[in-house]
């Protein structure tokens, strides 16, 4: 098992796919999510703002090199890591397709994780990234029956 650093470039196309596909703007909330989204704020709570899918995102981005110099310690200077903060330009990618989106966040979920199985994101984000992987093998199975 080796960890792989995830271009940046990827991380947004992940982010914009999210934002304009609505299946996944439509799960990208746990129901836990949901209820306090909408005891607590004025819009309905279950479509995510632009903000909170590119927080997640780099969360991701955060986790994947987290975990790669974590693994590679040898490439830090001075056993530092330093890991430089996206602008938020950087985070405006492509439309991907439900197939070209599950094999990245597959590669994303796997490249999370250092070869001693440590993991630097959170459980409700890797639930998030669990569950985006679920509507899109949904999505894609629906569209063979239809096709």
């Avoid at 975990?67 to 040898?74: I, N, P, R, T």
């Avoid at 991907?96 to 001693?116: D, G, V």
Wanted: with cysteine; glycine share 4%.
């Amino acid at each position: 098992m080796s960890v792989a650093l995830i271009s940046i470039e990827e991380f947004a196309d992940l982010a914009t796919s999210i934002k304009y596909n609505e299946e996944l703007a439509k799960t990208f909330f746990s129901w836990r999510e949901r209820f306090f989204n909408l005891l607590y704020s004025k819009n309905n709570g279950n479509i995510p703002n632009e903000n909170e899918i590119l927080c997640f995102v780099e969360r991701l981005y955060l986790a994947n090199r987290m975990a790669y110099y974590y693994q590679y310690g040898d490439e830090c200077e001075d056993g530092v890591i330093h890991i430089r903060k996206l602008e938020e330009h950087e985070l405006h990618g492509r439309l991907l397709s439900f197939r070209e989106i599950l094999s990245l966040l597959r590669s994303i979920h796997y490249n999370l994780y250092t070869n001693a199985g440590r993991c630097f994101l959170g459980r409700e984000d890797m639930e998030r990234l669990e569950r985006l992987m679920e509507v899109c093998k949904e999505a894609m199975i629906y569209s063979m029956e239809v096709h």
